[in-house]
């Protein structure tokens, strides 16, 4: 009995083969089965980013059909790989009610633990609206990860702004590039 491991099924017509053969070893096995929802961004509504990021990437176009091969494009077969919530899950999943079951055992399998010293970050100056009184008591570094954590926000902005402004001023430069 191999009761230690298990095979994640994944709801998607596609995998529709791949959870098919996995469901006959894990009852051929005795082996339990967990759902897994496969997520690439967090909102059903970012789909379309997620391809236009994809695309980006790629340097292919959102007109070229998805699939394999000559005059095709990676991406996405569905819209359907965001973050569900429960109700989306059990949803997605009736076809297989036992892929719950497992998850208090598989999760109880994980024991907790802690780090045998904290994160290390090295001193470095910092503007004044991060710094922590806490951190010269203490010796942490609050403000540094703050700091750090605002600069990456910043970034992640900018390039937002770069992936939205981006295709616009292409499509802008190549029409007037024609005239």
């Known amino acids: 009995m191999i009761s230690m491991y298990s095979f994640k099924i994944i709801n998607f017509l596609k995998k529709e083969h791949l959870n098919e053969v996995l469901l006959y070893l894990a009852d ?18 970012d789909a379309n980013i997620q391809d236009i990021v994809s695309c980006i990437k790629d340097g292919e176009k959102l007109t070229t059909p998805i699939g394999k091969g000559f005059g095709k494009r990676r991406g996405l077969a ?18 297989y009610p036992d892929a719950f079951d497992a998850y208090e055992e598989f999760t109880a399998k994980f024991k907790p633990y802690t780090l045998k010293r904290d ?8 503007p004044e609206e991060f710094i922590h009184a806490e951190d010269e008591v203490d010796g942490g570094k609050r ?3 703050a700091y750090l954590t605002h600069l990456t926000y910043e970034g992640a902005k900018k390039g937002m702004i770069l992936l939205v402004e981006l295709p616009m001023k292409l499509k802008n430069d190549s029409t007037s590039s024609l005239k």
């Open 143 to 145: 403000g540094e990860m």
């Open 28 to 45: 051929k096995y005795n082996v339990k089965i967990l759902a897994q929802n496969e997520t690439f961004y967090s909102n059903k509504d």
């Open 119 to 126: 994160v290390l970050l090295p001193k470095f100056d910092i």
């Open 78 to 95: 569905t819209g359907e790989y965001y973050i569900k919530n429960s109700d989306e899950i059990k949803e997605a999943f009736l076809a």
